[in-house]
């Protein structure tokens, strides 16, 4: 919840039928009490003599020009100027950021600037303190994530301008991305193989949580500053954190620090109530990894193939989830009702995961919930084009199947790709595919955003259907990689140009007796031999 609506994204109950991303009017030169819903007769009358209609067939009046008339003369004059002043309509959001710096008409694209600027620190984020992680560790990286997010999204409240609102959104972004990346891996790290699933998947409905309490902020307060200490306020209780967490021990063994390790172990081992030996770990016991470069990738034209169609994966189920997310304001019907099942829809995505991911197959489940939510989001264009305000949750309906779809894609994607790529680059491989997933987060408010610039019903369409078009392309193309389910998994690069051949397509044979075990490990953080289920957003 660290980030909030930039932009009012609801009309009035009488204009219900016309969601936009914000509305607003013209103000009328010299009257100083202006508002936007109509005050009397006499202000209706000034507003029908001064302010054009709009050419949008969703609106009444135009949002950016005046009549170049007088307020009480005979002139009508049909020449028109921009305005210097607005009024907004007050109904969902009281203010926002972008009302209460007009940032509208020719200003209007700046509100998918500063998305994508937080996008940006995402991205920045996940390198940056991704890699710190590996050289401080991962619960000091993880502080540091804290103490940025609470200073950052608290500093954002009082942002006097838009420069200092992006460059906070950035850092927020970044701190976002530490926090959330970090704590994934540790939790990852902190269990054996056979539990990583739930570790993985669990996780996401807490994400869903955010967004779904996230709302309820936004209809209790309806005012920016309000929504964004409101939302910054938990990141204090993070800080109390440091007590509670352990360090990783993978990283301190990485690190050569054994003992600290064993000491994590034996705490866990006691709280679960099973016994292991003493110095379960030495020096000795630890083999050094063989490890690989990303170029490795490209070497070959069966690999390049799986990396690019893995890529394109990432970079389009993030664009369509978080785009789908910044598109619920155009829709239609009740903002609040909207943003709530946008959020609530995840958890069934997620819950389809866990009970079909070991089922049915990795590729299966991802392909059919992307090409499925794909063709959801794509039929909506009917209904906006040709329906009545009464079809008008038809509409919803279809872009939150396109969510459902896509959060469950987000799920099976991260465990998928973690799999297909070969051990020696399997953390280069992860690393450049969720920066492809940034990309795709930086493009999504433009997509969003497509109908400040295509007036109309078509306007508001055309987001959702190239969010379904790429969604379908993405599945479709998913088909071409291998099945992991069961499979044993690439080590080498050889292996990884033979996986999914039959001589490969051998079922994986557990090591370890989990009928009769004592300790559970595995020899690398995301080497998921029996099956690793992942889903972050960051």
Known sequence: MAYIVLTDQQTPESLSRRP?????????PGYPNDTFAVQSPSHEALINRLIPPSTDETLDYAKCELYDRTLDGDDNSTDL???????????????????????????????????????????????????????IGRKKTLYISFVMLLGTTLGLAWAPDFLTFCILRFLIGASCAGMFMTAFVIGMELVGPSKRMWAGIVIEYFFALGMVILGGVGYAFKEWKSIQIACAAPSAFFLLYWWFIPESP????????????????????????VTIPEKILTTDSIEEPESGRLWHLFTSRVLLIRTLIIFFNWCVVSMVYYGLS???????GDFYINFLISGLVEFPAYTLCLLLLDRIGRRLLHSSCMIIGGIACIVTLFPMLYADESLQPITVALAMLGKVGV????????????????????????????SCARVGGMVA?????????????????VPLVVFGGASV???????????????????????????????FAEKYKPRIDYDNKAFESDSGAVNNENGVSTGTKL
């Open 81 to 135: 100027k921009e305005c210097s002043d607005w009024v907004y309509d007050k109904t969902v959001f009281i203010n926002t950021f972008t009302s209460e710096h007009d940032i509208v008409c020719g200003d209007k694209m700046k509100t998918s600037h500063a998305q994508m600027i937080f996008f940006g620190g995402v991205l920045i984020g996940a390198i940056g303190l991704g890699s710190l992680s590996d050289i």
């Open 407 to 434: 959060a469950a894609a987000f799920a099976v994607i991260y465990v998928w790709s973690a799999e297909l790529y070969p051990t020696v680059v399997r953390n280069a491989g992860m690393g450049a595919s969720s």
């Open 20 to 28: 936009h991303i914000l509305l607003l009017l013209c103000a009328i």
């Open 326 to 332: 910044l598109n619920t304001g155009n829709l239609g």
């Open 473 to 503: 392309v993405a599945g479709i193309l998913s088909l071409w990689l291998p099945e992991t389910n069961n499979r044993e998994l690439p080590e080498s690069l050889e292996d990884g140009r033979r996986f999914g051949r039959k001589e």
């Open 250 to 273: 993978r990283w301190l063994i990485s690190q050569g620090r054994v003992d600290e390790a064993n000491n994590i172990i034996q705490k866990a081992a006691k709280v679960n109530k």
């Open 445 to 461: 408010p433009y997509i969003a955003d497509l109908s400040k610039v295509i007036e109309g019903n078509f306007g508001r369409a």
